[in-house]
């Protein structure tokens, strides 16, 4: 039989080929594509900058954003632990954070974009046991299906994506500067932190070291010199992952892997570190002493963390197994659909889950897709040579007055908001509508008779207000890569799947409307609107056509309220 050793080994080869492959291939991916494409676009398409101010976790106060290098900026945010699919609360961070990467490059900064796989940790290895998988197997397969989550989320391909088991050798080297500046000691083969040593303990939670007890999730070690020690080095256990280190055998802590990766992409100093709220105490807590010990220059300028999804009020997470996963809601709900949703409360705040949310968010889209796809339709025979056919000597047409106090509006808005502290909420619900809503008003303008430079400034004026909404789209990550129409057609197949009805059935119900109203009954014409209506598919009568659109269900209102 093969010594263990030997299998875990040959496993962790073959899946680091098998990643060097896939990383190819992300490279030739859409979602790569379209982060190079932003950062190509960042110079010449941001709008005027107004000071960026951010929240820092550490002093509890928005600040300036002033990044520690001009022009650039260094940005780790901490990623899953990869032994599940992936649920709404890990999407909330990685659409918060994507965000704000997009954010920094539409401002024109060079972003180093960290963010990290924890692909070695004790619920992996308990899930794996569960299931006879090999751990470091299961972790890089869930690896995979996040990347994918990602994918369909339009999440940006940060930087640099380091997994624990491919930086062993830098950790073991933070902990040996660690136990060689007296704040780390070792017990049986488990390398433990002093936290006593640090007097800054506690200095970013805001709790006092009398308060940090190990016991409150697991028994307290006695072997601890203060039960608020944590681990930075675990000695192996039979049938584990485990790596040789001058302690002995054994994987790295939970908390020390960040610091080491931080360190090893973006030095001990840089701009921003991110993640959960959840994470500010234990993790990041340790992780900055951890990181100063080892370093006395290490300085992170801004702490930054995404408020918890919850349900019924309750965090929710995989522990308390209120969870849902990214698969099964796009599964239900287009993914953009849910994008808007992860970001119609401020990053910082808590956002409750309910399927009425996710509902008010699936319209919100379609009306965002259906107007640009509708203007696109419009200006379609306004050709360049249309356009051009003006008077000799002519003044080339401006945009109209109105035209021109929507944009500026909405550059306006838009910059004021996202520079303080990514308001995102108002964009959604009133910088984007508003500027929609003068789309469809001067459609309208558009289809009725007029002389040829009025019309000229009105497709002028609607050609550069569509390149704005579409800027500001592409900023929260909301701009298709696909169509509009296909967007649109995938939206009206995600209502229909909802509402346990196919497109014929409605087809047909819209017949039996029509005939109902051709015969003046206009009982049933009502009532199969209003059926119609509770679940979610809306009809609009326009001249003698009935067309349907997906809508807000009328049977979860009336349970909302």
């Not at 290098?69 to 909330?92: F, I, N």
């Not at 302690?247 to 960040?258: F, L, T, V």
């Not at 346990?500 to 051709?518: G, N, P, Y």
């Amino acid at each position: 039989m093969m010594n263990s050793s030997l299998v875990f080994n040959l496993i962790r080869k073959i899946i680091i080929v098998s990643r060097a492959f896939q990383t190819q291939q992300l490279r030739k991916s859409p979602i790569r594509e379209i982060r190079v494409e932003v950062g190509r676009r960042r110079q010449s398409d941001q709008m005027a900058a107004a000071e960026f101010r951010v929240y820092n976790s550490m002093t509890h106060e928005k600040e300036v954003f002033k990044p520690r290098e001009p022009g650039k900026v260094g940005m780790y945010v901490c990623g899953v632990t990869a032994y599940d699919l992936s649920h709404l609360g890990h999407a909330r961070a990685a659409v918060a954070f994507d965000i704000l990467y997009r954010y920094l490059l539409h401002l024109g900064y060079e972003v180093t974009y960290v963010r990290n796989f924890t692909d070695v940790d004790d619920k992996i290895i308990r899930r794996a046991n569960d299931i006879g998988e090999n751990p470091m197997s299961l972790s890089s397969r869930y690896c995979d299906e996040y990347l994918t989550d990602m994918g369909h989320l339009q999440c940006l391909t940060p930087t640099h994506q380091p997994r624990v088991s491919e930086h062993i050798d830098e950790i073991k080297e933070m902990i040996t500067k660690i136990i060689d500046k007296g704040c780390g000691y070792t017990v049986e083969g488990d390398v433990y932190f002093a936290v006593e040593k640090f007097p800054e303990y506690g200095r970013l939670s805001g709790r006092k070291l009398e308060d940090n007890r190990a016991g409150e999730r697991v028994a307290v070690d006695s072997r601890k010199r203060n039960p608020a020690d944590f681990a930075l080095w675990k000695a192996a256990k039979p049938d584990e992952p485990s790596w040789k280190s001058p302690w002995g055998p054994g994987r790295p802590g939970w908390h020390i892997e960040c610091s080491a990766m931080s360190a090893r992409y973006l030095t001990f100093s840089f701009d921003i570190h991110g993640g959960g709220i959840d994470l500010i105490f234990p993790h990041h807590e340790n992780e900055f002493a951890q990181s100063c010990a080892a370093c006395q220059e290490s300085k992170v300028s801004y702490w930054m963390h995404n408020g918890h999804v919850t349900i019924n009020d309750e965090k929710m997470s995989k522990s308390l197994g209120n969870f849902f996963t990214i698969r099964e809601i796009i599964e239900r709900y287009h993914p953009l659909s849910l994008r808007h949703f992860l970001m119609s409360a401020h990053y910082r705040s808590q956002i409750n889950y309910s399927l009425s949310q996710l509902e008010h968010a699936s319209e919100a889209v379609f009306y965002i897709y259906q107007t640009l796809q509708d203007c696109e339709d419009a200006l379609a025979p306004f050709t360049v040579e249309n356009l051009s056919e003006t008077k000799p000597r002519s003044k080339p047409p401006q945009n109209t007055q109105a035209a021109q106090e929507c944009i500026k509006k909405l550059r306006s808005e838009f910059q004021n908001k996202m520079s303080d502290d990514m308001q995102t909420p108002p964009i959604l619900t009133s910088t984007i509508l508003d500027a929609l809503r003068f789309i469809n008003s001067s459609l309208t303008t558009l289809k009725k008779k007029q002389q040829k430079q009025a019309q000229i400034a009105m497709v002028k004026s609607l050609t550069e207000l569509k390149g704005e909404i579409k800027k500001v789209l592409d900023v929260l990550g909301l701009l298709p890569t696909s169509s509009y129409s296909e967007v649109l057609q995938q939206l009206k197949e995600k209502a229909l799947s909802r509402a346990d009805l196919s497109e014929d059935d409605v087809l047909k119900l819209i017949e039996d409307r029509t005939l109902a109203r051709r015969n003046k009954d206009f009982a049933l014409s009502d009532k199969i609107r209003s059926d119609l209506t509770a679940k979610g598919i809306s009809l609009m009568d326009l001249g003698n056509e009935t067309i349907w659109r997906p809508c807000v269900p009328t049977s979860l209102d009336v349970e909302a309220s």
